[in-house]
Structures are given as C-alpha cells and as structure tokens.
C-alpha cells in the first residue's frame, strides 16, 4: 500500500499538484477538524465508489490511518483501484507536524 506522510501532503497541497482527497472519516469529526477534500465516511464508501477517479492519485484521509487503510484494502479488493495513497498516521499526523 503506498503512503504519504502529513508533510509530502502539504507540499502538494501547497503546489497544486492534482489528486483527489478523500476524507473517510465521520461527518462530526469533519467538521470539527479538515484539511479539505470530500467526505465520504467509510460505511458509504462503495456507494460512492463513482466519485473517486482512476486517472489520478486518490489520497484518502482519516484520524489515525486505520480506517484509509481499510477503505483502500477494499476499495483495492472489490473495484481493483491501484491509485489510492493512504495519509500516515491521519489527522493526528497533521495536528502533531502542523499544530505545535
């Protein structure tokens, strides 16, 4: 599964580099703290599948980086994605690079 840690993605967030973010976490925790992106929380995910591209990286995003790595082993196992990135350690990543 390929990875990318809170600071890869603020550079390209930074420098516009084009990719999808996803978002899969709960709509509460969403709004209480995003770094952008589409929400569609894990439980809704296949029922989404069509929102999420093939032509470029598809970064997905939670708390921890429990629930992303989930969401692409099945996204990977039943609709065969081979572009999707999974943030590292999550929001709590981020808080921890970013927030200080």
């Known amino acids: 599964m390929r990875s990318i840690s809170a600071a890869e993605l603020r550079q390209k967030l930074q420098e516009n580099e084009e990719f999808l973010l996803i978002d899969v976490r709960e709509p509460w925790e969403h709004e209480d703290f995003n770094i952008g992106g589409i929400l569609i929380p894990i439980d809704t995910l296949f029922d989404n599948v069509e929102k999420l591209e093939r032509d470029k990286p598809v ?6 980086g429990i629930r992303s790595q989930i969401a692409i ?4 196992h039943k609709f065969n ?7 590292s350690g999550g929001m709590d ?3 921890k690079e970013f927030n200080k």
């Open 81 to 87: 994605f081979t572009n999707l990135v999974n943030l």
């Open 93 to 95: 990543a981020w808080k």
């Open 59 to 64: 970064i997905i995003y939670c708390q921890k």
């Open 73 to 76: 082993q099945r996204l990977h």
